[in-house]
């Protein structure tokens, strides 16, 4: 059974379209996050909420919106698709309250490519 | 700001032998530095974690080395293995106040069998 899962694994999509990505995990953590890496694997925070609160929003365009509908699942939305978009995204959750929230655990990302 | 530096960018060594890969931080406020190990196609996972308290973590084949004075610590793989050929981040944050974390650009560790 899956901590984090994320779908979908593949995204192939057109510049100007708009696209979602979903996240949920089953660890019982409170504290979810939106990770891009880049094509030289750098790692960098995007979002992170916590109990469907939102507590870390990087310099990301306005063109991404994250929404937590619970503490359970984070999904993505992307409007107007851009070619520097195209990275692979991880989802991520830790346990903030009474845990370790430095104790990440990934899902396997979402590789979107924008022609 | 990079507040966490790493090197090398890659890394190749010879199976058997030993993988160092070192870490730098600035934020003296860090009170938790973990490294994730990521396999191609799979997302980063915990490694190993120490906190600044102790010098040394060890298990297993992997070990961490702290040097708080000189705000630098490292991640040592005894005798390695191609299985352990990944790409490693180093990464820190104030646990204690639940602050991100903000990782390393990471190191392409390969091991030649």
């Known amino acids: 059974d899956t901590a984090v899962s994320q779908t979908p694994k593949y995204l192939v999509t057109q510049m100007g379209n708009d696209k979602s990505i979903k996240c949920e995990q089953n660890?019982?953590?409170?504290?979810m996050y939106w990770y891009k890496q880049d094509s030289k694997k750098f790692l960098k925070i995007m979002f992170s909420?916590?109990?469907?609160?939102?507590?870390i929003n990087e310099t990301v365009p306005n063109r991404f919106s994250p929404k937590s509908p619970d503490k359970a699942h984070l999904n993505l939305h992307i409007n107007s698709l851009e070619l520097g978009d195209s990275a692979v995204y991880f989802c991520?959750?830790?346990?903030?309250?009474?845990?370790?929230?430095?104790?990440?655990?990934f899902g396997e990302g979402s590789r979107l490519t924008v022609l | 700001q990079q507040q966490v530096k790493q090197s090398p960018q890659s890394l190749i060594v010879q199976k058997g032998g030993i993988s160092i890969i070192n870490c730098a931080y600035e934020n003296t406020a860090f009170d938790y530095f973990p490294w994730y190990q990521q396999f191609p196609g799979k997302g980063p996972a915990l490694l190993i974690a120490?906190?600044?308290?102790?010098s040394e973590k060890k298990e297993g084949r992997f070990t961490i080395s702290f040097n708080k004075s000189a705000k630098q610590f490292s991640l040592h793989i005894m005798d390695s293995q191609p299985g352990d050929s990944a790409t490693y981040f180093c990464?820190?944050?104030?646990?204690?106040?639940?602050?991100?974390?903000?990782f390393g650009e990471g190191t392409q560790l390969t091991v030649n069998p």
């Open positions: 909420y916590n109990n469907k609160e939102l507590i």
């Open positions: 991520a959750s830790s346990q903030f309250t009474g845990g370790r929230p430095g104790e990440l655990f």
């Open positions: 120490i906190r600044p308290d102790v």
């Open positions: 990464a820190a944050s104030k646990e204690t106040s639940g602050s991100r974390l903000t």
């Open positions: 660890l019982g953590h409170d504290t």
